[in-house]
């Protein structure tokens, strides 16, 4: 198997509940590609890192049996609806290829998502483990930027976080206590997740 995930970025000219409505829209064009395994989005609520190493108004993740797969199915007459698509929502987008493709997972409760810029995701999973109603996690280590054609610079990302709690509030808490740290870079995101594949 093999996972993209995406960092996407609203247009400057729409808020963030405009793009998330157009974004869930756009679920339909991308659920239609040839064989898409599984496709999630997660929408921001809640940003908590005032310093955060990119900008992000939602992440996606994509699974797919191979690398191959992938490129086939964007480059078919099916990728073009959600092609043309793109440019009513979407500022920039970045794409990451994972080390190892995980099995996607749309939970009840709280999620956060962490962009871990640099070699602090040891110290942070550290600290993930001690967070109080912490009910899963998983780590998605990029392997390399996936480029999207007329979106350059991409964001850089050294990892995403999945951090599953029992409810928002929990979720919440966490991560205020993760934006306390000051040893850490990472964008700190409260998330609201869709599963449609």
Do not use: C
């Amino acid at each position: 198997m093999f996972k993209r995930m995406s960092t996407l970025v609203r247009r400057p000219d729409q808020d963030r509940a405009t793009f998330s409505r157009l974004w869930e829209r756009h679920a339909a064009p991308v659920s239609g590609l040839p064989r898409v395994r599984g496709y999630i989005q997660n929408h921001i609520e809640e940003e908590f890192s005032a310093a955060a190493p990119i900008r992000a108004d939602g992440f996606v993740e994509l699974l797919w049996d191979s690398p191959e797969d992938m490129a086939a199915a964007f480059a078919s007459e099916a990728a073009k609806p959600m092609v043309e698509d793109e440019p009513g929502f979407l500022g920039h987008g970045s794409g990451y290829a994972l080390h190892t493709a995980l099995p996607l997972r749309a939970m009840p409760g709280g999620k956060l998502i962490l962009a871990v810029l640099g070699d602090d995701v040891a110290a942070i999973q550290a600290e993930a483990a001690d967070l109080a109603g912490l009910t899963a996690s998983a780590l998605d280590t990029v392997s390399s930027l996936i480029a999207k054609p007329g979106m350059t610079p991409p964001q850089p990302v050294d990892a995403f976080l999945h951090l599953w709690f029992g409810d928002l509030e929990t979720a919440r808490t966490a991560a205020l206590r993760l934006a306390t740290r000051k040893d850490i870079t990472a964008g700190i995101y409260r998330v609201r997740t869709i599963r449609f594949v």
